[in-house]
């Protein structure tokens, strides 16, 4: 840019060109850029003519470099009035219109450029800050879930470890089989209630939970899954071994049903209250009238069960109860 020289221009559209696209690889605003131009175009030649020479000879002088400023007047030059130019004789260099027109655009496109990265950089910002506050609400939107799942499962694992707790049992003389199914799917069910499911494989296992050890049940039960370790079914089919062992299970203990209701007519027979107290005799009492509805035996009249649950109980709470008719 120093070193840039005006003389060797012909028109000021040209070197306010050269001085543009030097100003904007140094970083200098428009208006220093016209500014500078502007200095150059005033210093040079075209502007100050110099002197016919008195011997008539042809060559020109070097040029002076100018030691005032363009906007200062010209009476005040160090030069001397000999090279002076009379202000009313002073004809302005005439610049094409095609030339200021495209000096004009080169202006208006170097000022949408600065507006275009200016709005870019605050759209930029605005839409980062509405990113990174959408980013924090939903980390605090799941962090909220996350702590009602924590909260949940830790009330299911609780749910779960009472129920674990009433698992139910079957010792191997009793061989209704189908009472112990019916009370670990129920089991079941209720854990999978509200929350996460126990896995297939898990209810496998649990299902040999419920047989005493050293019972001839739970050995059948260990061998089954002895036997599908061996095949490894275990993790991908356990609900198809599990339904095996129930098959299984019921060729090693089991009874028919006309063997079943005898066993269950005997028992409501043989019941007695004894020393139990009244209501612990009379919830035995109901449940072994279940037992015949559920195994097909036909329930006694009203009546015949009135006289039998007399009889079953003892002389005192009998005397007591007839006395109060």
Known sequence: MLELEADIFEEETELKRHVYALGRICGQTVAAMRRQAKNLWFGSRHVSPFPQLKNGSTDLPSPQPAKYSPLESRDSSPVGPRFQTPVQQRQPVATPVSGNSSLQNMDVVNMMEQLSKTVTKEVTAGVAGVAEQFASSLASMQKSNSQDEDTHDKFHA???????????????????????????????ETWSIGGKKPRPVDILHMYGKGFPHGSTRQRVFKNHIRIAMRAKRINKEPLAVLQEIKDDLRTYIWETVLQKQTRIEAQFEALQQGALKHADFRILFEVKLQDMRESGIEIPREDTLYRKYLGKMNSDYRVHLLSKE
Do not use: G, K, V
């Open 158 to 188: 609780i749910s779960q470890s009472e129920f674990r707790d009433s698992r139910p049992t079957i010792p191997d003389d009793d061989p209704n089989i189908e009472d112990y199914d019916m009370l670990f799917d129920t089991m079941i």
